[in-house]
């Protein structure tokens, strides 16, 4: 039988909404679910990187609605307890002593995550587990001994050992995936289309429009644009893209300019095997490009002064120079290919470092922030944002009237 590897602390939200879905995921496929329990606090301080305390704040605003916008999908609660993140120490160690992992677990994140309990009090740990129906007084005494610190630690080790970053991370026969949202490619690895099952209910009138707010920069960015003509097809709704500079973003944000060189090593390896396996799922050809980080401006300033009617047929063209032929975007040869290949004038390149068209990207960069913009791709249907090219379910869900609760 398959083994599917659940590897959580309780402080994790994400871990939370995974710990809603995960036993009936493997009820459903057959798999052997194994309850892997370590300390992300632990994990973050031996890579010198903990994301919680160095998010700036337009992402961490944009993370929260995700959070509740993913607890709304799923149809379960969602509170955060008054001090989070709070130690998950001892509910970690207590957990474990009960030999009981799953229900053990099960309760402790409700309490967290439900209830706003904090867990950090022992008492408070041995009051869950013994309304789960276990010792939870035994289980708290055991907490403190040299064994289950000794435990905590070795999962821990272990977990980063393995590669693991952040929570939840699963493992499945060989493949490592992270967070969550990830959970229909375990799924799909697993013979089962789709997941989770259920559909947020939609509240409002549908969309005729949206936006894709991108630059060539970003390798999540090219893969929306595989995607973006396909959702609006689907859907009904005009496309409307809007390039902007996302270094201009990242400084007035306060995030550093090239994120990606900045996380741990493991984290660096497992974005590379997930872009991959989206590029798969996409069937869309990707290569990480020789030069980047890329130059985008000029680029960007090209697709500005195209005639509007045109620009999509440009943006493919350069990102496939980009992110198929390992290009430089910022050569005038690569550019002047781009436009002979979407059937444009070639003096478009002299148009692109007009002052009027220098503005026009200086202000679609300043709209992105003052709309709370942190990354890309950012799809905008109406004052909804979702960030990422991962949530393009939820993009289209609110096309066709999904109003979140937490907009």
């Not at 307890?81 to 409700?110: K, M």
Request: hydrophobic content about 45%; some cysteine; charged content about 20%.
């Amino acid at each position: 039988m398959p083994v599917l590897e659940f590897h959580y602390d309780f402080s994790c939200p994400y871990a939370y909404l995974a710990s809603t879905q995960v036993e009936r995921l493997a009820a459903r496929t057959g798999v052997e679910l194994d309850w892997r329990p370590f300390l992300l606090g632990g994990v973050f301080n031996a890579q010198g990187v903990n994301p919680m305390q160095t998010a700036a704040p337009a992402r961490t605003q944009l993370t929260g609605r995700d959070l509740h916008r993913w607890a709304e999908h799923l149809d379960v609660p969602l509170r955060f307890p008054a001090g989070h993140p709070n130690r998950t120490v001892t509910a970690l160690r207590a957990a474990i002593a009960t030999g009981e992992l799953s229900r053990a677990s099960r309760a402790l994140f409700d309490a967290y995550w439900v209830d706003a309990i904090d867990v950090s009090s022992p008492e408070a740990v041995a009051r869950v587990l013994d309304a789960a129906g276990l010792d939870g007084a035994a289980a708290v005494r055991a907490a403190e001994s040299e064994e289950a610190r000794n435990d905590l630690r070795r999962r821990t080790t272990e977990a980063l050992e393995r590669g693991i970053f952040g929570a939840p991370t699963f493992f499945l026969g060989g493949e490592r995936y992270w967070g969550q949202d990830r959970m229909d490619f375990i799924a799909r690895a697993l013979g089962l289309e789709g997941w989770p099952e259920g559909l947020p209910a939609l509240t409002g009138p549908r969309a005729e429009e949206f936006e894709l707010w991108f630059d060539f920069s970003s390798p999540f960015a090219y893969l929306a644009s595989t995607q973006a003509e396909a959702l609006a097809a689907r859907t009904g709704a005009r496309l409307r893209w809007r390039p902007f500079v996302l270094g201009g973003l990242f400084k007035n944000i306060g995030t550093p300019l090239v994120p990606m060189q900045t996380l741990p090593a493991a984290k660096q390896v497992y974005l590379a095997e997930d872009m991959a396996r989206f590029a798969r799922r996409y069937g869309a050809p990707f290569q990480f490009p020789s030069g980047f980080p890329l130059r985008t401006v000029l680029a960007l300033r090209l697709v500005l002064a195209a005639p509007e009617p045109s620009r999509a047929r440009l943006i493919h063209a350069i990102y496939r120079a980009c992110w198929v032929d390992d290009r430089d975007p910022n050569d005038p040869s690569v550019l002047g290919a781009a436009l002979a290949e979407a059937g444009l004038d070639p003096s478009l390149l002299g148009a692109a470092q007009s002052p009027e068209i220098k503005q026009a990207l200086h202000d679609a960069t300043n709209e992105a922030t003052q709309r709370g913009l942190c990354g890309a791709p950012t799809f905008a249907v109406g004052e909804l944002l979702f960030w990422g090219q991962d949530r393009i379910p939820f993009v289209e869900r609110a096309l066709a009237g999904w109003r979140p609760a937490v907009g």
